[in-house]
Structure formats: C-alpha cells, structure tokens
C-alpha cells in the first residue's frame, strides 16, 4: 500500500501544535500592534518583550540582542550587507566558504562585484569540512567579517563555529582588530545543536522559524550588543530601526515556542534520528550499487541523508519518488526550480554527474522505522528504471 513519507524536514518543517496554539490569540482578539500607545497595544507589546527574553535565554544573550526579521535569507542579509557597509571605513576584506546558503553567498558576491569588497571563498575538503587553520590563514588586518555556517543545509557537515568563534576572538584581541566579527547560519541546528552564543564565540547568529517547526515568514538575528549595521530598509523604530515595520506578533511568539521546545527535546531527538539516519544510509547503499555518501560520516546532523546515486539524474527521481508518496529533494529548496546542479556537492570536488545524481533524505519527528523501510522498498526499483534509460555511466573512483 502506498504510504506518504515526508524526508523533506531541511526545507521546511510542519507548526508543531503547540506552537500553533501559542500562535492562535495573536490571530484574533490579541491583535494590537505593539506600537500603539493603548492598553490593547501595551498588552501585546509586554507579550513580545516576553517572547524576546525568552529566546534571549536560550541563546545565553541579552533580549535587545535579538533582532526579529522575515527569515533566515532577511537574517542573513542584514548580517552581511548590513555590517560590511557601515563597516568598510575599517577594511573591505570578508571570508566565506563555497558551500554557503544562497542567501550569504549572494551577499557576498553582490558586496564583491557591485560595492568594491574583496571576498576569500574557502573551499571544503572531500567531506565537506572547513578547518579553523583554513580560516586562521586567511585572516588579515583589512578582515572585517567572517561568515560560515553552523551546519550545511545539503550535506549536513556540522562545522567547529565554536573553535573558530575562539580562534577569531583571540586574533582579533593579538591583532587589536576590534571591527572583526564573526556571522554564522544556523538555520538547520536548533533541534540538534548548542545554540549558546558565548560558548560559540560568535558575535551574530541566523535562526529560521520553519526549520524548527515554527512560522514560515519568521527569522531572527542575534546581534551581539555593541555592533552597528546599516539597515537594508526605512521606515519606522520597530527591531532598533534596523528592521522597521509592525512586528508579525503570531509569528514571534510562534518561534519563540518552536525554539523553546526544539532545544528542550534535542539531545534525546538527535539520539533517535542519528539511529535513523545511520539505519537508512547502511539500508540504502546494500540494496543499491554505486552509491556515494555526501558530507562527513559522523560529525553531520542527525536527520541528514545526502547520497550520490549513480547513473540517475535526480530530479528525476524525486517526480518518481513523488509518485510513490515520499517527498524529498536534491539539494536547498531555495533553488528548486534551478536545474544546475548543487554549488555543494561539486565544491567537494566531484563532478556534474554525481552532483546530479544526489538526493538530499532529511528527517524530522514524524520519521519512522516504518517510514524508511517503505522508502528503502520502493527506491532499488525505480534506480533501475531509471538506470535502464540513463546515457549517464559514472567513473567507479567516485563510489567511495
């Protein structure tokens, strides 16, 4: 019987239900703006600053810290334009990396290309790693910004944010370089990873509501006290005028839920879905020849699955795939409807045809044993079909 087996958690995840109820009153009776000089609202601005403190705690920062933003792309965005601009008086050097989300890399490269920066894009090793030797190397007296994300989004590879957040601080202090500061993305890690600022040593910090079964349209930025960003937009005082416009009220107090629980429940979560997670890729690469796992074996997200199918395209796959009721993808969903293969698997060195080959499984709370035997029982055959009518035969050296 055909079962319906959603492995897209990466690119969004469902509103948990207690954040749908948190969310409901701000969609009704509670919907006071949080600028009106009233008691209606006084009472939803109080709500809000509640919220705020609230996320602050978890983050182990101060709430007028935290910046609440339309998403993870707007976070980012502010992040970096908004630094490099009203910063570049102390140098126009910036680092990232050539697996970056979309969202830093065309900052970057829009800051590079139209406002005269000069960017040092750090490339992965096989694994989809970046070392703090990498990082540390590239640092100069014009540096005023690093960006690198916590983990990758495609791949999953969780990077050491923490020892490089130390190294960078610790440069920063021998060389006397107050202005550096240290951005990461961390979208994909709230129900896995520590999102402690201070043992991260990072000075700003990228979080998206719909990875973490929160409100789509709904981000923050943590803004570490003390730094000072151009805005990107103009109009009123909301978020310290660097991000005017009246507050999407459901929304903060919906990712102020999401996080709460995100990081209640992650340890014991990322226990069970690394179970998962590994069962599925040992299950995937018996029953299917020619397979290669994208991103590092062991230091990756718990619910993340990149393998290289050979000798498929896997847009393909994923419209058979869909046919059979599991929902997945080959790589971000913010360039779904791009054809090219994914930017992060040919940044590992391998070549277009394993780039488009590769199908990204990302599983989440409603992932079962169930769920992935289906999925194990329907994918050999449809690889063979799909071999059957593929002009594509990949070179062996690229199966491991």
């Given at each position: 019987?055909?079962?319906?087996?959603y492995l897209d958690h990466a690119a969004t995840t469902p509103l948990h239900p207690a954040v749908r109820e948190v969310m409901l009153p701000y969609?009704?009776?509670?919907?006071?703006?949080?600028?009106?000089?009233?008691?209606?609202?006084?009472?939803?601005?109080?709500?809000?600053?509640?919220?705020?403190?609230?996320?602050?705690?978890?983050?182990?920062?101060?709430?007028?810290?935290?910046?609440?933003?339309?998403?993870?792309?707007?976070?980012?965005?502010?992040?970096?334009?908004?630094?490099?601009?009203?910063?570049?008086?102390?140098?126009?050097?910036?680092?990232?990396?050539?697996?970056?989300?979309?969202?830093?890399?065309?900052?970057?490269?829009?800051?590079?290309?139209?406002?005269?920066?000069?960017?040092?894009?750090?490339?992965?090793?096989?694994?989809?790693?970046?070392?703090?030797?990498?990082?540390?190397?590239?640092?100069?007296?014009?540096?005023?910004?690093?960006?690198?994300?916590?983990?990758?989004?495609?791949?999953?590879?969780?990077?050491?944010?923490?020892?490089?957040?130390?190294?960078?601080?610790?440069?920063?202090?021998?060389?006397?370089?107050?202005?550096?500061?240290?951005?990461?993305?961390?979208?994909?890690?709230?129900?896995?990873?520590?999102?402690?600022?201070?043992?991260?040593?990072?000075?700003?910090?990228?979080?998206?509501?719909?990875?973490?079964?929160?409100?789509?349209?709904?981000?923050?930025?943590?803004?570490?006290?003390?730094?000072?960003?151009?805005?990107?937009?103009?109009?009123?005082?909301?978020?310290?005028?660097?991000?005017?416009?009246?507050?999407?009220?459901a929304g903060i107090m919906g990712m102020a839920k999401s996080l709460e629980l995100a990081q209640a429940n992650r340890e014991e979560e990322s226990?069970?879905?690394?179970?998962?997670?590994?069962?599925?890729?040992?299950?995937?690469?018996?029953?299917?020849?020619?397979?290669?796992?994208?991103?590092?074996?062991?230091?990756?997200?718990?619910?993340?699955?990149?393998?290289?199918?050979?000798?498929?395209?896997?847009?393909?796959?994923?419209?058979?795939?869909?046919?059979?009721?599991?929902?997945?993808?080959?790589?971000?969903?913010?360039?779904?409807?791009?054809?090219?293969?994914?930017?992060?698997?040919?940044?590992?060195?391998?070549?277009?045809?394993?780039?488009?080959?590769?199908?990204?499984?990302?599983?989440?709370?409603?992932?079962?044993?169930?769920?992935?035997?289906?999925?194990?029982?329907?994918?050999?055959?449809?690889?063979?079909?799909?071999?059957?009518?593929?002009?594509?035969?990949?070179?062996?050296?690229?199966?491991?």
């Amino acid at each position: 019987m055909k079962r319906e087996v959603y492995l897209d958690h990466a690119a969004t995840t469902p509103l948990h239900p207690a954040v749908r109820e948190v969310m409901l009153p701000y969609l009704g009776e509670k919907f006071g703006n949080p600028s009106s000089f009233h008691s209606i609202g006084k009472i939803v601005k109080d709500d809000v600053d509640t919220a705020r403190a609230r996320i602050a705690e978890i983050l182990h920062a101060r709430p007028d810290e935290i910046l609440f933003t339309s998403g993870g792309t707007e976070s980012d965005n502010l992040a970096i334009l908004g630094y490099a601009r009203k910063n570049q008086q102390e140098g126009k050097h910036l680092i990232t990396t050539t697996i970056e989300h979309h969202a830093v890399l065309e900052a970057m490269i829009h800051l590079e290309k139209k406002e005269g920066f000069e960017v040092t894009y750090l490339e992965p090793d096989r694994e989809g790693l970046i070392s703090v030797d990498q990082v540390e190397k590239v640092l100069r007296e014009d540096t005023i910004l690093v960006s690198i994300m916590y983990a990758n989004n495609e791949i999953g590879t969780i990077m050491p944010i923490a020892d490089m957040g130390n190294m960078i601080q610790k440069w920063r202090d021998e060389h006397k370089r107050p202005f550096l500061k240290f951005h990461t993305d961390a979208c994909q890690t709230p129900e896995y990873l520590d999102l402690d600022v201070e043992k991260l040593h990072v000075d700003m910090l990228t979080l998206n509501g719909s990875k973490m079964y929160g409100p789509k349209g709904m981000g923050l930025l943590y803004l570490k006290r003390g730094i000072k960003l151009q805005p990107l937009q103009f109009g009123g005082s909301q978020e310290r005028a660097l991000r005017p416009g009246t507050e999407h009220v459901a929304g903060i107090m919906g990712m102020a839920k999401s996080l709460e629980l995100a990081q209640a429940n992650r340890e014991e979560e990322s226990v069970r879905l690394a179970k998962l997670r590994d069962a599925f890729i040992e299950g995937i690469q018996s029953r299917i020849s020619k397979t290669r796992l994208n991103g590092h074996p062991t230091k990756r997200l718990p619910n993340n699955v990149n393998i290289s199918i050979m000798d498929i395209e896997g847009e393909a796959m994923i419209l058979y795939l869909d046919a059979e009721g599991v929902y997945a993808s080959t790589g971000s969903a913010c360039t779904s409807a791009s054809l090219d293969p994914s930017h992060v698997i040919l940044a590992l060195g391998l070549p277009y045809e394993v780039a488009h080959g590769s199908i990204r499984f990302s599983l989440g709370a409603s992932t079962t044993e169930e769920d992935l035997a289906y999925v194990l029982e329907v994918l050999p055959p449809l690889v063979e079909k799909l071999r059957s009518i593929s002009p594509v035969r990949v070179d062996e050296k690229y199966f491991v």
